[in-house]
């Protein structure tokens, strides 16, 4: 158990790093508005759509995803449940404009592939992956979907529609068709070739560093006074830490699913902030100062968060 937690935590430590390198180098006066817009435009539009299409097609068959389809149940409600859960905390700290989108797209959407994947493999092995990957698409299409239109419209003055065609234009986003392209090559059984998948691994590769080093350079314009624990931010901790993972909890009695699938669905759902959550605030105008705040506070508290679940999933 404890070489477990052990490698929990390093799993933590090397997101951490990653931050800290991005935070050094902007305090080192290494990037400009212009840098880090290139920043965010060659994740959100080249490495991520990439990242995604070989994730899938490299964890999933079409057989596989066709047999394991009824096990999103539980996830996809969880994620429903915390969604709820998140407007109503909204509402109940009285989040302020800008912060909105973030602060209940957090209570709802986790890191289930930059942290929660590595972590669950080092806890589990490659038994997780099924089940994490499960997680992942329900996690991804809410956070493509309703949790960037949540960001987009908090950081708007118009008050569209989520149907409404400019609302459609930025949800649909390179990110979301690069999960749909995925998911349809996987159901095709598409085999691309060799060269494609190396060049589309060597790209993809670049998501990681790239989005942990943005959330840096984001933390670096914080003051420090500015890292207090407001209202706001225990809130958000309270959506991301408590209700998410209680959201999969909850459900564990009424819907049968494994063991491994228990154990990695409420560890997936404990994970920080989603780091692409700084970069898309960024991106449509929204607090992403806040964002980065969030996203670092969370990581670092997940040092200690995940230990604790991982005993709870144990004594299930």
Same mark, same amino acid.
């Given at each position: ?143 493509? #979907? +309703?949790?960037?239109? %949540?960001?987009?419209? *908090? !950081?708007?003055? /118009?008050?569209?529609?989520? @149907?409404?065609?400019?609302? &459609? ?108 959550? #700084? +970069?898309?605030?960024? %991106?449509?105008?929204? *607090? !992403?100062?806040? /964002?980065?705040?969030?996203? @670092?506070?969370?990581?670092? &508290? ?15």
């Amino acid at each position: 158990m404890i070489a477990i937690v052990i490698q929990a935590i390093q799993s933590v430590l090397i997101i951490i790093c990653l931050i800290a390198l991005g935070f050094i180098l902007a305090k080192k006066g290494w990037f400009d508005e212009r840098s880090e817009r290139m920043i965010v435009n060659l994740v959100t539009k080249i490495s991520l759509p990439i990242y995604m299409i070989l994730g899938l097609l490299n964890n999933f068959t079409a057989e596989r995803l066709i047999r394991m389809a009824p096990d999103l149940l539980v996830p996809l409600l969880s994620v429903f449940i915390a969604f709820i859960c998140g407007g109503v905390l909204v509402r109940l700290f009285k989040i302020s404009k800008g912060r909105r989108g973030v602060f209940w797209t957090n209570c709802f959407i986790a890191n289930a592939v930059f942290i929660g994947l590595p972590v669950n493999l080092a806890l589990f092995g490659e038994e997780s992956m099924p089940s994490a990957m499960l997680y992942y698409i329900v996690n991804t299409s809410f956070f493509w #979907t +309703i949790g960037v239109y %949540l960001i987009i419209k *908090d !950081s708007d003055n /118009a008050e569209a529609a989520i @149907f409404s065609l400019g609302g &459609l234009k930025k949800i649909i986003s390179p990110p979301f068709l690069g999960f749909v392209l995925g998911i349809i090559l996987v159901l095709s059984d598409v085999k691309l070739p060799t060269f494609i998948q190396v060049t589309g691994q060597y790209i993809g590769n670049l998501t990681t560093p790239l989005s942990l080093m943005f959330v840096g350079i984001e933390i670096s314009k914080v003051a420090l006074k500015d890292l207090h624990f407001d209202f706001e931010l225990w809130g958000s901790l309270i959506g991301r830490f408590i209700i998410c993972p209680l959201g999969v909890l909850v459900l564990i009695p009424f819907i049968p699913i494994t063991e491994m699938s228990m154990k990695v669905f409420t560890l997936q759902a404990a994970m920080p902030a989603m780091t692409q959550v #700084t +970069i898309i605030s960024s %991106l449509y105008g929204a *607090d !992403s100062k806040y /964002a980065a705040r969030l996203t @670092f506070v969370t990581i670092v &508290l997940s040092l200690l968060v995940i230990p604790i679940y991982m005993v709870v999933v144990n004594c299930i």
